[in-house]
């Protein structure tokens, strides 16, 4: 296994509503996690160096909420995040996080009218590839895109 994790899904909706739906904290907890888990936003600073703060609950209890960074965003094309920085590009740490990884989020237009929607998921070793594939990515990423692309077709009716 190499030390990337990718997922690719043509989206439903226009890239500018599947952007949107990334960038604004109303929409997240409607798409970010499979049910039942519930997502709230803390922080969502859209800008290089930026703080990407998001906690999820299961059951009521919380899974954690380490803040990420973003390094790169270029609206409508890409969005580019890490769990191994805080804000201000701070190193993190996160001594619960099982691997800290950095994640590339790419938007374009597809035929139709839809989102070609890409990730990749980028991780230090190929070991720490293999423990998120076993947590669950291809899976659990894939339903998530499947309810962004949901989500965001919703918004454009």
Do not use: N
């Not at 409607?30 to 803390?42: D, E, G, L, Y």
């Not at 990407?52 to 380490?66: A, C, T, V």
Request: glycine share 10%.
């Amino acid at each position: 296994m190499t030390h990337d994790l990718h997922l690719h899904r043509v989206l439903p909706a226009p890239r500018r509503l599947v952007w949107a739906c990334w960038t604004t904290p109303e929409h997240i907890p409607h798409w970010f996690a499979p049910a039942p888990v519930v997502t709230k936003v803390h922080q969502l600073d859209l800008r290089p160096g930026g703080a990407f703060r998001i906690e999820m609950f299961m059951d009521g209890k919380s899974l954690g909420s380490e803040p990420g960074c973003f390094l790169e965003v270029v609206p409508e094309e890409r969005l580019t995040w890490t769990s191994a920085l805080g804000p201000d590009f701070r190193p993190a740490d996160a001594p619960s996080a099982p691997f800290l990884f950095t994640a590339t989020l790419a938007f374009a237009d597809a035929p139709g009218g839809g989102t070609d929607y890409r990730v990749v998921a980028r991780h230090k070793s190929a070991a720490d590839a293999e423990a998120h594939e076993a947590m669950g990515f291809s899976q659990g990423w894939g339903t998530v895109a499947d309810q962004l692309g949901a989500y965001a077709a919703g918004l454009g009716r």
